[in-house]
């Protein structure tokens, strides 16, 4: 599949990177069918099998399987690798499903508009077009139609300029998965590039509980604490960590939550989670000013 237009114009190439565990076949193949019916094509398309065998795919999909699960970071990070010869990178779940033709065509006029832009978050809602509140990226959640910069975006589907990859670094292998966008939100936004979260870009998506594993509950906290570590500056840390203890005391309902809970908060202080390198004070202004200041 590749990418054309017209005479003398410059041609922007989005790759396309899909991360599955195998237990989505038939998502997964309604989720390519959708990625090849785009008006304007992707240049690539990847699909990382993520510690698992992957079903027959079409013979335009590359495919990448990896021994064993490396996780939502180290996957991911497996595409990239294939895909650093993309000006943009789309993330997207393999449970997902673009409903429109022309989301593509919608990506590539972003980023031709704004040379800054470094991410963009879609809005995610289900097969009734209904979008939960914890999937909008910001405090006030009541419009999820409401665009426009952002701190943060979520998973399941994105898309990544390289050129800033190239600047701020890759997903933070350490991670494994919770928070990793908030990472790389964050060292984007540290460098100058725009985090944008536009509602008219949908991925349809199923509908998703709440509820919580202790896994979860461990890798959460341990990343929080990695977040810390690696980018606020040090009068910010023990603000931002007292604030999620707080909120997870009020929030998380049973023993054992909390118990796996503290157990990944005190995991968080004694492994590695990579260099640190605290964001700018013009970085937590700007933070602030876009509605999540980075203490909560």
Known sequence: MGASKGSGAAVVKLGVAILTMGTRPKELADLLASVAGQSVPAARTVVV???????????????????ENLGVTGGRNAALDRLRDMDLVLDLDDDGLLVADDVFEKITGLYEADPRLGIVGFRIADETGLTQRRHVPRLRAGDPMRGGYVTGFLGGAHVLSTAMLTEVGDWPESFFFAHEETDMAWRAVNAGWKVLYEPDLLLQHPRT?????????????RNRVF?????????????????????????????????AW?????????TPCGPRRPMRWHTVWELTRLGRPPVI
């Open 49 to 67: 099998a993520n510690g698992c065998a992957l079903p027959d795919l079409p013979p335009w999909v590359e495919t990448v399987e990896l021994p």
């Open 209 to 221: 509980s709440p509820a919580r594993h202790s896994f979860f509950y461990r890798v959460n906290a």
């Open 262 to 270: 503290f157990a990944g908060f005190a995991e968080g202080w004694r």
């Open 227 to 259: 977040l810390a570590r690696r980018h606020l500056p040090a009068p910010l840390v023990p603000v931002y960590l007292s604030t999620w203890v707080a909120l997870t005391m009020a929030r998380t309902r049973t023993a054992a939550g909390l118990k």
